[in-house]
């Protein structure tokens, strides 16, 4: 039987592993890129599970990737929405307009751009926006 010091000492670097953590999406290489969310740790339910085990998204057959995760890819966290920053400023020079924006991520991350517009594309948008026309 393990000590109780041992354990705690063991469930301690669990916790605070790198990437991936559990419901962490990754690419698993050596199943053809197929693509998962991690479901179980290397030592997480003891000695039987010596390797990470993943999913497909959604549920399905799980499968088994090194414990070392050398044939797992992170996935970047995808763009939701950009969001205006409301400041607009005009290049004459270059012939466009510069808008910062914010890209929201779906895991809540904000960063901080640019949408470059060219002057012909800003006068249709004018008019689309002034007329309150979608386009398709």
């Known amino acids: 039987m393990t000590p109780p010091d041992d354990r705690a000492d063991r469930k301690d670097k669990i916790s605070r592993r790198p990437w991936p953590q559990l419901g962490d999406l990754a690419v698993d290489s050596a199943k ?7 479901v179980g740790l290397p030592g997480e339910r ?10 497909a998204p959604g549920g399905g057959e799980e499968w088994s990737a090194a414990a070392d995760g050398s044939t797992l890819r992170q996935i970047s966290s995808q763009i939701s929405h950009a969001t205006t920053k409301v400041q607009l400023n005009h290049d004459a020079e ?3 307009w510069t808008l910062e924006i914010q890209l929201r991520y779906d895991d809540g991350s ?8 060219a002057e012909n594309q800003a006068e249709e ?10 386009t398709r």
């Open 94 to 96: 270059a012939g466009h």
């Open 46 to 55: 003891g000695s039987e599970w010596l390797t990470f085990h993943l999913q």
């Open 110 to 117: 904000i960063h901080d751009g640019f949408l470059i517009v």
């Open 32 to 38: 053809n890129n197929r693509i998962g969310v991690v």
């Open 125 to 134: 948008l004018i008019r689309q926006f002034s007329r309150k026309e979608p």
